[in-house]
């Protein structure tokens, strides 16, 4: 068995974190591991973190769907998404 580290443990920690939307549970863990890995680097504090999350999200997928280069697929799902969170009552603070 390996001995634990800080860092280890930091990074178990930061990954067993939940993200709460609308009552909806998303686990950290469910994400793709290029999404934990930043969601890590967040909490570590090697990433900036950004307080107004629902407009930072907004705007990248507004960026994925007016990408042209991008297949018509992911841009639509991209803008599916902005169009849920424009709707929905969740608000930056």
């Given at each position: 068995?390996?001995p634990?580290?800080?860092?280890s443990?930091?990074i178990?920690?930061v990954?067993?974190?939940?993200?709460?939307?609308?009552?909806?549970?998303?686990?950290?863990?469910?994400?793709?591991?290029?999404?934990?890995?930043?969601?890590?680097?967040?909490?570590s504090?090697?990433?900036?973190?950004?307080?107004a999350?629902?407009?930072?999200?907004?705007k990248?997928?507004?960026?994925?769907?007016?990408?042209?280069?991008?297949?018509?697929?992911?841009?639509?799902r991209?803008?599916?998404?902005?169009?849920?969170?424009?709707i929905?009552?969740?608000?930056?603070k």
């Amino acid at each position: 068995m390996m001995p634990m580290t800080f860092e280890s443990i930091q990074i178990d920690i930061v990954i067993s974190l939940n993200i709460f939307y609308k009552g909806l549970i998303m686990q950290v863990y469910q994400c793709g591991e290029l999404i934990r890995a930043t969601y890590a680097q967040i909490g570590s504090g090697d990433q900036g973190y950004i307080p107004a999350a629902i407009t930072c999200a907004i705007k990248t997928f507004n960026d994925i769907a007016e990408d042209t280069n991008l297949p018509l697929e992911v841009r639509e799902r991209a803008a599916f998404a902005a169009a849920n969170l424009l709707i929905s009552d969740h608000e930056d603070k």
